[in-house]
C-alpha cells in the first residue's frame, strides 16, 4: 500500500501541462475569432466592392453605347465609370472604400475597353470598342486580428479585389414604332455590315405617302398594328411612343391601311418638341430628343425619281453623312457628335435616342393590298432626319437612317453581340486571357 501511494503523480507535478492546454486552447480560439471576424470583414467588403464595379462597368458602357462614333468616347466612358464607382463609396457603410479612394479614383479603379467581351482590354481601346471593364486590384482592409494569422503562416496582406464587365445584348424591343420596311431575307451579312439589305447610314423612306409606289402593297403606307391597336388615334399614341408590344423575329406583323396623316404628323412630332392636335399638351408624357434640329427647309421625294431631294438637289448618302451637291445636311453623325456633348447645346427637357426608331424589318414578298400579315425578319433601328409637315398628304414620308444598333428595352440575350438592332447593356462574366479563363475576382 506504501509503495502504491508513492507512484501516484502529485497535483503540482500537472501544472505544467494544464498550461500548455490553456495556451494551445486560447490560441485556437484566437485564430478561429480571427478567421470569424477577419473573414466576415473581407466577406462583406468583397460584396461592396464587387457591387461598385458592377455599377460602374454598366455605367460606362452604357455611357460608351451612348457616345460610340465621337472622338472622345474613350474617356468619356471611363469618367462615367469612375464617377459612379465614386458614388457607391460615398454609401453608407462603404468608409473603407472611400479612404482608399481618396479624391484620386484613377489610382484605384482601373478602366478599360475592348471590341469583344474577351478582350484583350485596353485603354483606350480599339476604335470599335463597345465593352467595358472596371477592376480594383487591391483594396487594403483593417486588420482586426490579421497579424494572428500572419505568425501562423499568412504572409499576404489583408486585401479584397473585383473586376466587373459590361456591354451591349441583343434583345427583342417592345418599344417598336407602327413603322415598317422591307428586308430582303438574302443579303444579311452582319460581319460585312450588311442587315437584311441595309447598311449604315442608308437613307430610306420609313413611311410612304400619296402618289408613291407601294412597298408593301396598294392601301399600305408601312404602317403596322402594335398589339391590338387599330386606327388614327392608336398610331398617333404608338408613334408617340405610347403603346409598347414586344415582338420577335419569326413572328408577323399586320398592316395598318391607310395615309393617316394627320394622327401620324402629332405623333411622330412629338419627338422633335413639336406638339399638336390631341398631343398639344403632352410635352411631359412624350418628351422630345436631346436634339431637335434639322436643315430647313425639309427634304422632300421626288416620285418620278423614287429619290429623296433637297432643293432640288439629289440626297446623297454615305457613312452616316447626308449631302447634296451644293450643301450639308444634318445628319446622324452631327446628332450623335452634339449628344456626346451634352448637357452643352441639349435641351434640358429632352431624353436620349428620341429620335431613333425602333422599325419591324419585314418580308414583303407576296403582300398584296389591304391588310396582310407579314413575317418579321428583324428589328432595324432608324434615325429620323426631320418633323413631318401637317396636312399634306404627298409629303407625308418619314425619311430615316439607319444606324444598325441602338438602345433596348427588354430582357437581354444571354450572348454578346454579334448582329445588328436594339441592345441592352447587361453584365458579363470577366475573362483574365483571350482562351476565356474565368477571372476568379468577377
Known amino acids: 500500500m ?71 468616347a474613350d474617356s468619356l466612358a471611363q469618367d462615367a465609370a469612375r464617377a459612379t464607382f465614386q458614388l457607391n463609396a460615398q454609401a453608407a457603410g ?4 472611400a479612404a482608399a479612394l481618396g479624391e484620386d479614383p484613377a489610382s484605384l479603379v482601373q478602366v478599360d475597353l475592348a471590341a469583344s467581351v474577351y478582350g484583350p482590354f485596353s485603354f483606350p481601346g480599339p476604335t470599335d470598342a463597345r465593352y467595358v471593364r472596371v ?7 483593417t486588420g482586426f486580428f490579421w497579424g494572428l494569422l500572419q505568425v501562423f503562416g499568412n ?43 441595309y447598311r449604315f447610314g442608308d437613307l430610306e423612306v420609313l413611311k410612304g405617302s400619296a402618289g408613291n409606289a407601294p412597298a408593301i402593297g396598294p392601301g399600305n403606307f408601312q404602317l403596322i398594328r402594335l398589339g391590338d391597336s387599330s386606327g388614327g388615334a392608336d398610331v398617333r399614341e404608338a408613334l408617340a411612343g405610347g403603346v409598347e408590344q414586344c415582338n420577335s423575329v419569326g413572328e408577323t406583323v399586320e398592316t395598318e391601311p391607310g395615309n393617316t396623316i394627320g394622327p401620324v404628323a402629332q405623333g411622330f412630332n412629338t419627338r ?16 422630345p430628343d436631346l436634339i431637335t434640329d434639322y436643315s430647313a427647309p425639309r427634304m422632300t421625294y421626288n416620285n418620278s425619281t423614287a429619290q429623296a431631294e433637297y432643293e432640288g438637289e439629289v440626297v446623297n448618302a454615305s457613312d452616316g453623312n447626308l449631302s447634296t451637291a451644293s450643301s450639308a445636311l444634318l445628319d446622324y453623325n452631327d446628332w450623335r457628335q452634339r449628344v456626346a456633348d451634352c448637357p452643352n447645346g441639349c435641351r434640358s427637357d429632352g431624353v436620349f435616342e428620341r429620335r431613333i426608331l425602333k422599325i419591324v424589318l419585314g418580308d414583303c414578298s407576296g403582300s398584296s393590298s389591304g391588310q396582310v400579315s407579314v413575317p418579321v425578319l428583324g ?8 418633323p413631318l409637315p401637317t396636312g399634306a ?50
Open 2 to 72: 506504501n509503495a502504491s501511494r508513492t507512484m501516484r503523480p502529485l497535483p503540482r507535478a500537472q501544472c505544467g501541462s494544464v498550461m500548455v492546454l490553456i495556451v494551445v486552447a486560447l490560441a485556437a480560439i484566437l485564430l478561429m475569432a480571427a478567421l470569424a471576424l477577419d473573414g466576415s470583414h473581407m466577406l462583406v467588403n468583397k460584396t461592396r466592392l464587387q457591387n461598385a464595379v458592377d455599377a460602374a462597368a454598366l455605367s460606362g458602357a452604357k455611357t460608351l453605347q451612348q457616345v460610340m462614333g465621337s472622338g472622345n
Open 94 to 97: 462603404n468608409d473603407e472604400l
Open 135 to 141: 477592376s480594383v486590384t487591391q483594396l487594403p482592409l
Open 155 to 197: 504572409s499576404s496582406e489583408k486585401a479584397v479585389a473585383a473586376a466587373a464587365t459590361a456591354g451591349p445584348s441583343p434583345t427583342s424591343p417592345c418599344n417598336i414604332a407602327p413603322l415598317m420596311v422591307c428586308g430582303n431575307p438574302a443579303q444579311h451579312q452582319p460581319d460585312a455590315g450588311l442587315f437584311w439589305g
Open 272 to 287: 422633335f418638341g413639336q406638339y399638336s392636335g390631341a398631343l398639344s399638351n403632352s410635352g411631359d408624357q412624350y418628351p
Open 379 to 386: 428589328f432595324g433601328c432608324f434615325f429620323l432626319v426631320q
Open 393 to 442: 398628304g404627298n409629303e407625308a414620308q418619314i425619311f430615316g437612317q439607319f444606324v444598325s444598333e441602338c438602345e433596348g428595352d427588354n430582357v437581354p440575350d444571354s450572348n454578346p453581340v454579334d448582329d445588328g438592332g436594339p441592345q441592352i447593356i447587361q453584365l458579363y462574366k470577366t475573362y483574365i486571357d483571350n482562351n476565356r479563363t474565368p477571372s476568379s475576382d468577377s
